[in-house]
């Protein structure tokens, strides 16, 4: 079954949309594991009913699938927008908590995205450790985004992303994120965030997929390596496919399954 609705967000001071795919058969008194579904750049909470085969994987498991809306933001609290990061990790769970009898154990709750949405979800089960249990990264976008936004800062024309259109779009993304310095901040550096995790926190199961035609590829690789020398429990996987669809689809399958079959174990 699958809810669509508008919240009026006190964080965002906006009213949002949100979208949830629950059981058919949804009981009384069970508590339910809950995946958060975080989209990419160009979509909205929607994608992921429209483009994939969720409602068709979701009848496998005993879930409560939340998509909310983030619009461009990266998942930040924006310098000159919306405090995204504390609506998706704060205010949403307390939404869908209040609407549905989800679990509150960790090992029951998953942050899964695609390229924009999978900075984000590493982000999330980074910072928030003892909220997510698991983390799904799929074609993970600007993981190590530093080097980049230096080279902006000394000339926005290095900035080339697709045409000239959408480069200006992003580059107006980044001033809403990083002001109009792009000042960098490492609170939200993925790299740091693996550097500096407290041994003391609970370590997420991290799964990550990527096409092997898609042009974040060396990244997500990197990312890998990086995580090898961690004591993450971190899973990489690629094959035949690009920055699409029919790649996002495949992978959210697997991802969905890895984390069953880890809760199983």
């Given amino acids: 079954m699958i809810l669509r609705g508008e919240y009026s967000s006190n964080v965002l001071r906006t009213t949002t949309n949100i979208q949830y795919m629950i059981p058919e058969n949804c009981a009384p008194g069970v508590q339910y594991k809950v995946a958060y579904l975080l989209h990419g750049l160009h979509a909205n909470q929607a994608v992921w009913t429209n483009n994939s085969l969720l409602p068709l994987y979701g009848k496998k498991y005993d879930c409560i699938f939340v998509m909310p809306d983030v619009g461009r933001s990266f998942y930040f609290d924006q310098k000159y927008g919306r405090n995204y990061y504390t609506f998706i990790s704060e205010e949403l769970p307390q939404i869908t908590g209040n609407i549905f009898n989800i679990s509150a154990r960790r090992e029951d709750t998953a942050v899964i995205g695609y390229s924009m949405g999978g900075n984000g979800a590493l982000k999330l089960a980074l910072l928030k450790p003892q909220q997510y249990g698991f983390c799904g990264a799929i074609s993970s976008a600007c993981v190590y985004f530093k080097p980049a936004l230096e080279a902006i800062r000394s000339?926005?024309?290095?900035?080339?992303?697709?045409?000239?259109?959408?480069?200006?779009?992003?580059?107006?993304?980044?001033?809403?994120?990083?002001?109009?310095?792009?000042?960098?901040?490492?609170?939200?550096?993925i790299p740091n965030l693996i550097k500096n995790f407290s041994a003391e926190n609970p370590k997420p199961v991290f799964y990550s997929a990527c096409g092997i035609e898609d042009n974040l590829l060396?990244?997500?690789?990197?990312?890998?390596?990086?995580?090898?020398?961690t004591s993450f429990d971190f899973t990489y996987e690629e094959w035949q496919g690009a920055h699409e669809w029919d790649f996002f689809n495949a992978a959210l399958e697997k991802t969905l399954e890895f984390w069953y079959q880890k809760q199983i174990k």
Avoid: C, F, T, W
Wanted: cysteine-free; proline content about 0%; charged content about 35%.
């Fill in 155 to 189: 000339n926005a024309s290095n900035l080339n992303y697709g045409d000239a259109y959408e480069s200006k779009e992003i580059l107006k993304d980044l001033y809403n994120i990083y002001g109009v310095n792009l000042e960098y901040r490492m609170d939200n550096d």
């Fill in 218 to 229: 060396q990244e997500n690789r990197r990312l890998k390596d990086d995580m090898k020398s």
